[in-house]
């Protein structure tokens, strides 16, 4: 009579489970909401451009259109969350999901979002991209001053022209950048790996902790500063430098230099310092235990 007892406290605690389980799916399954919204407005007068998300992509491009255009797509938990799209004398505000009353919720894992901005093709003042967790993709733009931030995101921008100052921001997320032009480009990441091909700039700088750093088909003849822990560094120039000074400082790694025009007046196991020509160019990298391979 007791084992028939306990049997059927077993089954019914089974049960109980299962109807649970199975109730809670349904209503994460009920309460997820369907993005589809665009949002137009005219292109004129506007300067300055500032995007921030705590969980949505953000992908900005360029367009042959005369006007801004905003879409939102994907699916999310909390039906709360709306897209607000605001415009302060030249200024553009882009918002998801809007704060409500200072507070913005939402249950992350059931969440997936994608906000595009399409800008037309001319020059603007200054633009930045905030996301915590998701991706940044800038492709085709014309500034003075572009900015992006995140947290766990990847990032990625291509052929874009900026003529004062870019910079680059992640904790974990990784920085992948192709044919930017710009007066100085500043990347900051934690863990994230940083890959530049084809930069065009004056001066050059990134720092990162564990993440690997590389400047390939980099300008010849400019500054280039690499920072890193336990990161490898990797740089290749465009063509042979012709006035450029290298300074390599690192507890245990090893370095690879494969320009022969170099003139060395310090090699050690720590320290390589060398010269081409007047040295009016600097490259420098700073590292604790990574590599560093310059070709």
Wanted: aromatic share 4%.
């Amino acid at each position: 009579m007791k084992m028939t007892l306990i049997i059927a406290v077993l089954l019914i605690t089974i049960g109980i489970i299962g109807f649970i389980t199975t109730q809670s799916t349904n209503v994460l399954s009920f309460n997820t909401t369907t993005l589809d919204e665009k949002k137009t407005l005219p292109a004129e007068g506007i300067k300055h451009i500032d995007v921030t998300t705590s969980y949505a992509d953000i992908e900005v491009a360029a367009t042959s259109s005369e006007d801004i255009q905003v879409a939102l797509n994907g699916k999310v938990s909390n039906k709360k969350d709306t897209l607000h799209v605001e415009r302060k004398g030249d200024q553009l505000f882009i918002e998801f999901p809007e704060e409500q009353n200072g507070v913005s919720f939402s249950l992350g894992g059931q969440n997936h979002a994608q906000l595009k901005v399409l800008l037309p093709e001319r020059g603007y003042d200054a633009m930045n991209l905030d996301s915590s967790s998701g991706d940044i993709e800038v492709q085709g733009m014309s500034l003075f001053k572009l900015t992006t931030n995140s947290s766990s995101g990847d990032q990625a921008l291509m052929n874009n022209e900026v003529e004062e100052t870019i910079q680059l921001a992640s904790s974990s997320g990784s920085i992948r950048t192709k044919k930017l032009r710009a007066h100085h480009i500043s990347v900051d990441t934690s863990s994230g790996d940083v890959i530049n091909h084809g930069t065009i700039a004056e001066k050059s700088e990134a720092n990162t902790s564990s993440g690997s750093v590389k400047w390939l088909e980099h300008e010849e003849d400019t500054d280039i500063t690499v920072q890193t822990s336990s990161g490898d560094t990797e740089i290749s120039l465009r063509d042979e430098p012709l006035s450029t000074s290298l300074l390599y400082t690192s507890s245990s790694g090893e370095a690879s230099i494969k320009h022969a025009g170099f003139s060395f007046t310090e090699v050690s196991d720590d320290r390589i310092n060398g010269t081409i020509g007047d040295g009016e160019a600097k490259i420098r990298v700073d590292s604790s235990s990574g590599d560093f391979r310059l070709q």
